[in-house]
Structures are given as C-alpha cells and as structure tokens.
C-alpha cells in the first residue's frame, strides 16, 4: 500500500492514460495535433475526469515543461471579480515564449464565479484570445453566462460506465496489494454514484482498515452519511417526529459534515424504496427534485432540507389515517 | 406541554418575593390592620413597571394569611353595571365559610378613560366603601383617568428589584430545574431583564429548558435587546399571525436583522405548528423565503428582501390552517446559530487542511474540506502509517494532523514517524 493520495497518484497524466470519454479525449487529441485549442467548457458531473482531461491536455500541448504554460485557478476559492481583474488578465495578457503562441488557462469550478465576475471575465476571453486560451470545467454549464458559453467550445462528461468504473477500482487495488471483493466494488458504487474521485477516497479509506475491502467495511467508513442515517431520520420523520429528524439532519451537516447533496441524493434512493403508498412516492420524488435543484444554486442545506422532512411528516400521517 | 416557569415557580409566600421590601412591608401593615375594623383607606393601589411581582405579591400574601382570595381582572369589568357585581363582592368581609377575604383588581390599565369611564368611577364607589380589603393594581397609578380614584386609595409602589435580587429567584429556579448554572450566565440574564424578574423567567425558560448545564457563552452571543418589543413579542405576531399586513408588520418591530429573525422562525415553527399539514406549508414558506436570499446573494439585488419578508412572515402566518392555537409554547433561541458558532473553530480546521489538499490535488480548499476531510479523518484513526505517508505528502502540520486523528497521543506517535 502507499501513503500518499491514490486519488491524485493514479490521476491520468497524459490523453492516452484516460480510460474512458473516448470521444472527448479524440477531439482533445486533434486539438494538440492541430498545435490549437478553442476556449472550451468542460460540463459535467464531478469525478468524471474534467480537471484530469484539462491538465492532461496541456501536458500533451507542452511537453515537459507545461508548468510554465497554464495556470489553474479555482473559482471556488477566488470567485470574486477582483481575481478575474488581476490574477486572470496579467496572466491572459502576457506574450508566451515558445512554439505555440497561446498559455492555457483552468478555471476550475467555474460554475461558482459571481456573474459580475463572469462579464468580466468575457472581455478578458476576448481581448486575449491570442494570448491565452481558456477552460472552464463546471458541474452545470447552465451556471455559465450565456456569451461566455458561446465563446466556448463545449464538452460534456459523464459518469464511467460501471463496466469500466469496477475495471479502474479493481486495477487500483491490484497495484496498492488491497484486496476488493465484489461487493465492495458494489458497495463503493451504491455509496458514490459513479463519482471517481469519491470512489477512489472510499477505497482508499477502506483500505487503511487494513482489512479485505468489502461491503460490510465500505459501509462502516461512509456511515455517517451512510443509507443507515438517512433511512433513520426518514422514519423518525415519518412517525411524526419532526423536531428528532430536524436534529439529526442539524447533526449530519454540522457535526459529520456532510454535504446536503449526498443527503438528498441518499433521500432520494431511500425515498423509493420505504414502505410509502406509490402515489406518495412520486410527489416526494418531485419534492426531492426541487429542492435538489435549490441546493444547486446555493440554498440553504438545513433549511430546504427540513421542508422535506416537514413533507415525510405529512406522509406519515396520511397513511395512518 | 410545557408548564411555563412562571407559572410554576411564582412566589408561594410573600418571603419569595424578590425586593421591594418595604412596599410589601406597608402593604401586610395595612391587610393586617383590617382586623380592628376598616381603616381610613379602605383600598390600595399598587403601581410600577410590569414583571416586577406586583401581583405576585398579593397572591403570596393571601396564601400566607389564609385568606379567601378573588382575583378579577379589569378589563372584564369594563361597565359600570359588572363593575356593581364586582362591588358585592367586596361587600363583606367575612366569607361565608368564616375566612377573611381579599380582592383583587388588576390590570387597571386597561380600562380607557373614555368609552369606560363609567367603570372607573364604579371601582372608585367600591373603594369608598369597601368592607374587605381590596387591592387595585396598574402600571401607572398616576394617569389622568385615575386622579379621583387616587384620592381613595393607599398608594405604594413597586419598584425594580436589583440585577442581584433577579439573580436570587432565577436560582430558585435552576435548583428547582436541577440546572447548573454558571453565575455569569444568570446574572447576564438578570442584567438583561432590566428588573423585570417574569421576563427573565422566560428568558431563562428558552435558554436552559432541557439542559443539565447553562454557561455563560451560552447565552453571551445574545446581547441586549429592545424591552419595547422583544424578540418573543415579534415571533408571537408573525406565527400567530391572523393576516398578511399584520404578520409582515412585525419585521420593522424586529431589533434584528433579517437573517437572524429568520433563524429565530425557523426555529421555532414546529412547536407552534402541531398539524402536519400547517408545518409542512410553514416550512415550505421557510424554504422559499431561503430561495429568495439566495437570488439576492447571487444577483447583489437587495431589492428581493421583500420576497424573503412575504414568504417567512405571512407565508408561515398563512400556513395555519387547522392548528389551535391553545397552550402556552416557549420560544427558544435559535439552535443553529449556536452550533454554528461552537462548530466555526471546527469548520476553520477543515478548511485550512483544505487548503493543503488544494495545493497537491487540483480540487477547490473548500470542497476538499467537505469532500475529501472526512477520508483523511478515516485513514488517520486507522493507519499510523498510511497518515504519516500523507501528512507528509500534504506536508500538513502538527495541529492539522492532530485535527484529523482526533487524540493528542496517536498524532504524536503519526509525528514521530515523521521525524
């Protein structure tokens, strides 16, 4: 087993390592041929190789010394227009020595920019076009404005299928000397959705248990966020509850720090599988969709999820009835 | 149900009474004196500021003197015509059962001058001619409408006791509660209430109710507020709310900004809200109110604020359909706001091991320190080496590493494999 990261350690370093979105990586690939790249945006759900892809692409562009080349900068952390008006357009701006006359630019989580930021960063793409290329990796292109989208070329990732997801953990724990039974696999992917990187912490994870990594121990890790706690405050819900499951879900997120996100998409799964009248099930389902969306653009994890919670309650006491 | 402290722990004898020593003193004097026949005034009048045991006194006093005791309030007494039924009462002294009796008046305030003058002038027969004692309270004895009842009357006034003597009954409470309760913390409570011990009583019920331990910082973070308006009155006009206006008007009373005042609804709409239906509508009124605040963030247009007021005032007001409002809830301070506050000293930690994480694995510090911490908080508690592997790599430092085995011992042990 090694100590470091396996996430990071086994992350693709050039076009050809990456496994999966072949069609991507082929256009990718024409574009380092071609000595050009349009601004692009990468969209798609997290784990699925966008960051991976962007460095890769530069790596492939630049050779060895692609360092000097790009930058990354992640919107998440430096979200403000400031950054775009300072870090963003003295590195744009900026002549690049070399054979190819372009430096590349990673805007990472570009979907959390302000919109302020956003215009600003529009006339920078414009202005500097010769100068320096950009890509944007985002969760939701849609969080984009719309003249930056057309500015940009577009790609979108999706989740490995699960053949090739099961192929990648399995190879991984080979290497590291782990042992993974099927149902760990099964397990890791019922717990992370398709999501790599998470998949790849969670087997990390497990492994440091130092035990065979199956169901039984991937469960015991994502506890806290496990299928237990959720189905838990769901029932305590549905007998009517609603203080106990407020609390625990204040719990969850304060204490354990879980993100809402995998709360509801735990709630979700959940949701269908309770013992609730089918009609009931697909109102909730609308219920979760919604209130998923929120969560998306910023709402108030505790709060948009208790409106949930206040809902099961109301089930609840329609089936006693 | 809740039983409100109040209630419960209202002065059973005169010698709980917290200050005003010598207006109690004058007012026994004189509920004594009765015994060798009526004296000159054959009523009393006490007045001071609310919450400071004005009635509390009379009652504890009848308990100690085992008398028979009428309490009427004045505003039901509004005409002349109830107030001469209420006369008959105070026409004997003896009661049939051979006690003595005492009545009492209260809440003279809120009889208007005008519309019931009549019945000021009917309390003012009965004060002439009483042949029991009888007791008039209001919080102001010197109002126009009063000053020919005046010239009947014994005047003694209540004062506010001291922020010491507050203290003294909030004590007897806790023991009463089984509550530990730091002196800091009460006597913060005490200076709070400005004298008024039966606010501080609720202050006190919402702060500790449920608790073995009651700390200073527990209720510090709360400041002073406005005594025109508290908080409990505002939440009181938005929850209970009848209509849209009335519930919305309640913001500009709020000494709070708008974010607090929305915790504090939050908090405590499922309490008042005992129909699944109703709490469901309340909290989905809450969670589009929420959806508002997030456009103002991301558009900086504060304009949008009325959204989040309609929808977290007369969205919830207008949630009550079929709850009766019956019973007396308590308020409670806002649960979040101070978790939140003890968990923020936790969320830095994250955050700074984030930004560690961010520098080798191309993932934001704020992500990686919802998404990615909690891994490492796993694989540090089970695997010395595998943790002193990556602190390393993340070249994260000793309170970092500490943070994320959990004990001071193991992160040594991670530390010395360092080197």
Redesign the interface.
């Known amino acids: 087993?090694?100590?470091?990261?396996w996430?990071?350690k086994y992350?693709p370093k050039t076009l050809d390592d990456i496994v999966d979105q072949r069609e991507i990586v082929d256009r990718l690939k024409s574009f380092v041929k071609s000595r050009n790249v349009p601004h692009c945006i990468f969209a798609g759900p997290p784990g699925t190789g966008k960051?991976?892809a962007a460095?890769c692409l530069t790596r492939d562009l630049y050779g060895d010394i692609y360092r000097e080349h790009f930058m990354?900068l992640?919107?998440?952390?430096e979200r403000g227009i400031d950054v775009v008006r300072e870090t963003v357009k003295t590195f744009a701006r900026a002549k690049s020595i070399g054979e190819i006359p372009f430096k590349v630019m990673i805007l990472?989580?570009a979907d959390?920019m302000?919109?302020?930021a956003q215009q600003a960063l529009r006339r920078t793409m414009e202005r500097y076009t010769e100068t320096c290329r950009f890509i944007m990796c985002a969760n939701y292109s849609g969080k984009i404005i719309e003249p930056i989208q057309s500015r940009c070329a577009p790609f979108r990732f999706s989740y490995l299928p699960r053949e090739e997801h099961d192929k990648y953990l399995k190879c991984m724990a080979e290497k590291e000397k782990v042992r993974l039974t099927e149902e760990g696999v099964e397990a890791i992917f019922e717990v992370c959705g398709g999501d790599l990187?998470?998949a790849i912490?969670?087997l990390?994870?497990s492994a440091?248990?130092?035990k065979p990594v199956d169901a039984k121990v991937v469960y015991s890790?994502t506890g806290?966020a496990g299928p237990a706690d959720v189905q838990k405050m769901i029932k305590t819900a549905m007998t009517?509850d609603?203080?106990g499951a407020?609390k625990q879900l204040?719990d969850m997120i304060?204490?354990?720090?879980?993100?809402g996100s995998d709360i509801i998409r735990q709630m979700h799964s959940e949701i269908f599988r309770a013992e609730i009248p089918e009609s009931w099930k697909i109102k909730l389902a609308d219920v979760v969709g919604e209130?998923d969306y929120?969560l998306v653009?910023?709402?108030?994890e505790?709060?948009?999820l208790?409106?949930l919670?206040?809902?099961l309650?109301?089930a609840?006491?329609e089936m006693k009835k | 149900m809740y039983a409100a402290w109040t209630v419960k722990y209202k002065p059973k004898s005169i010698t709980d009474i917290v200050g005003n020593r010598e207006s109690i003193e004058k007012l026994v004097g004189w509920v004594k004196s009765w015994d060798d026949g009526a004296p000159k005034k054959r009523a009393v009048f006490l007045y001071g500021p609310p919450g400071v045991g004005k009635t509390a006194t009379v009652e504890a006093l009848a308990h100690d003197l085992r008398m028979e005791f009428v309490e009427k309030n004045a505003s039901d007494y509004r005409t002349e015509e109830a107030i001469k039924r209420f006369a008959g009462l105070a026409s004997r002294y003896g009661s049939l059962f051979g006690g003595k009796r005492l009545v009492l008046l209260d809440e003279l305030d809120g009889l208007t001058g005008t519309s019931d003058k009549g019945g000021v002038k009917a309390i003012t027969e009965v004060a002439k001619a009483a042949e029991c004692p009888v007791v008039l309270i209001a919080d102001s004895a010197y109002d126009q409408k009063f000053s020919n009842l005046r010239l009947y009357c014994l005047l003694i006034e209540f004062k506010k006791p001291l922020a010491s003597e507050v203290m003294k009954h909030l004590n007897r409470v806790c023991s009463g509660e089984g509550i530990q309760a730091d002196e800091n913390a009460l006597k913060f409570i005490a200076q709070r209430s400005e004298g008024d011990v039966r606010s501080a009583v609720n202050d006190f019920q919402a702060l500790a109710q449920g608790k073995k331990r009651l700390t200073y910082e527990d209720v510090s973070w709360l400041g002073y507020r406005d005594r025109q308006d508290s908080i409990f009155n505002v939440l009181r006009m938005i929850i209970y709310g009848k209509t849209c206006v009335s519930a919305k008007r309640a913001v500009d009373m709020a000494d709070v900004d708008i974010d607090m005042l929305f915790e504090w609804i939050y908090e405590n709409v499922p309490e008042h809200f005992a129909d699944p239906h109703d709490l469901a509508r309340a909290m989905d009124a809450l969670s589009i109110a929420d959806v508002y605040r997030g456009r103002i963030r991301s558009s900086q247009d504060w304009s949008f604020t009325r959204y989040v007021i309609d929808f977290m005032t007369a969205g919830v007001a207008m949630a009550r359909q079929n709850t009766k409002t019956s019973g007396w809830i308590p308020f409670k301070f806002p649960g979040r706001i101070q978790a939140l506050s003890r968990s923020r000293a936790d969320r830095a930690m994250r955050l700074s091991i984030g930004q560690k994480i961010k520098r080798r694995n191309h993932i934001s510090a704020f992500r990686a320190s919802k998404e990615v911490v909690p891994y490492l908080r796993i694989i540090f508690k089970n695997n010395e080496e595998m943790a002193a592997g990556i602190a390393r790599w993340l070249d994260l430092n000793s309170e970092m590493v500490a943070y994320l085995v959990g004990s001071e011992e193991k992160a040594e042990s991670i530390l010395k494999q360092l080197g």
Do not use: C
Request: charged share 30%; no cysteine.
């Open positions: 087993m090694s100590f470091e990261m996430a990071e992350r960051t991976t460095l990354e992640n919107a998440s952390d990472d989580e959390n302000t919109s302020d990187r998470r912490n969670t990390q994870a440091s248990l130092g890790i806290r009517g609603f203080l407020r204040r304060q204490k354990y720090g879980v993100a209130i929120r653009e910023g709402a108030d505790e709060v948009q208790s409106a919670l206040a809902r309650v109301e609840g006491f």
